[in-house]
């Protein structure tokens, strides 16, 4: 039986479909035909019955039953002398000693069973039942008590019951008949029902077909390009199966086009420091092997400018870092933050990145859900911009109000048409690209605040300047913690 279900599991879809809706077909074919049959049985019994009831209804004459119980006696082969009562078939006594003789115009004997010899010991009132005569021919018996009519009235005979019976043989054939009519039947019903079954789940199956043959076209070609057409109006599962394919097919591709993108931007952002890198390395080395010194301060410069640009490299390096981590990396860090103690420490960075600018701070306790060093950083990358593009001398204003952060410093300002852009990967305006950065800093800001529930916004300060609006979902004090639970003694 495993071997045949781990043979089935082994088919194909469609195979499986047909035999299972055959087999339903099958089933139910049979069930209806078992049962017409044994009701049309059951239907002709009930006719013959009534048959050999009506042909025994009457009593039987006084004089003829005692002729007859004598010659049974003598002989149990002799049939009753003409002129006795006919009846239709088979008619005979049967005495409760189990010996019986023919009666009326009977000419065959009908084989006696111990329901008959009960009958004529009045321990049953009647018997129907099937029997055979002594050719061995079908019949259907009747056995019922001898009524006579005597000079004092009806009575009935002890020990000895009357058997009647008719043959079975044209019901037999009809019910054969419908038997083989029933089977045949029921042997196209379930070859029909097969094929249909195979029909509706090609049918059924063609969106699968389909999407199989779409799975294999991209696993071979790598085209993510690629859709499968869906009705507006479907609502199958087949048709929200193909919504999901063409969903993640098209989130794929745009994965793909944004990491050729990333992969793009960030060559072309390393290629700049990496050359000027190169070219210092390589005029230290060339003084180095011709023997002749570089001047002191040229020198120093030399050096100033590699740290700066190897400074610059490791910065562009982990911002890849931070945006190449995957969404289960982060979900594995979050936790409760104090946004009032991340805004503080970072802070204490900007104020020693810009010691020359005033930093004026105003804060109020906020939590929220974030990963703490993700969230730090990018609190450090709002003030970073704020303290580049600051004046010498000049103020920065952050202040923290039921969970919104707002960095303002007093700079030139974005100009309007670059707003749109300042959080693109690697995007950095005309005017600050002569600054140090990889223009991935406000990129990771965008995407921390985002992974926090909360949103980020910059806009032009009225007076001039930017202002940076950071605004995270959160309460003014901590969650209460889960209980622990007591441990099992």
Known sequence: MKKLVRRFRTLPIRARLSMLVAAAVAFAVAAVSVTCWFIVQGKLYEELNNDLEQGSSRAQPAQLVAAALDTCAQSPSDAFPIGGPRFKGYSQLVQSNGKSCLYGSSTALVKVTGSDKNVAEKQQEKVFRNGVDKDGNPVRVLTMPLIVDGADGQYI????????????????????????????????????????????????????????????????????????????????????????FNSMTASLANSRELQQQLIADAGHELRTPLTSLRTNIELLTRSEETGRPIPAADRKALLASVKAQMTELASLIGDLQELSRSE??????????????????????????????????????????????????????????AVKFSPDGGTIDVQLTGGTLTVRDHGPGIPEDELPHVFDRFWRSPSARALPGSGLGLSIVARTVEQAGGDVTLARAQGGGTVATVRLPGAPTPPPEAPEAPETP
Do not use: C, Y
């Open 157 to 244: 005979v002890n020990d000895t019951a009357l058997m009647i019976a008719v043959s079975l043989k044209s019901t037999q054939a009809t019910l054969n008949e419908l038997a083989l009519i029933l089977l045949l039947v029921s042997g196209v019903g379930v070859l029909g029902a097969g094929a249909a079954g195979l029909a509706v789940a090609r049918a059924g199956l063609r969106p699968v077909d389909e999407l199989t043959e779409a799975v294999e076209h991209v696993a071979r070609t790598e085209d993510l390009g690629i859709r499968i057409p869906v009705e507006d109006d479907a609502e199958d599962e087949i048709a929200r199966l193909s919504r999901s």
């Open 328 to 385: 289960g990396q982060r979900g594995e860090r979050v936790q409760v933050v104090s946004l009032e103690d991340t805004v503080e420490a970072a802070l204490r960075r900007a104020r020693l990145r810009g010691p020359e600018l005033t930093i004026n701070a105003h804060l109020e306790p906020w939590f929220t859900r974030a990963e703490p060093a993700a969230l730090e950083r990018a609190v450090v990358n709002i003030l970073d911009n």
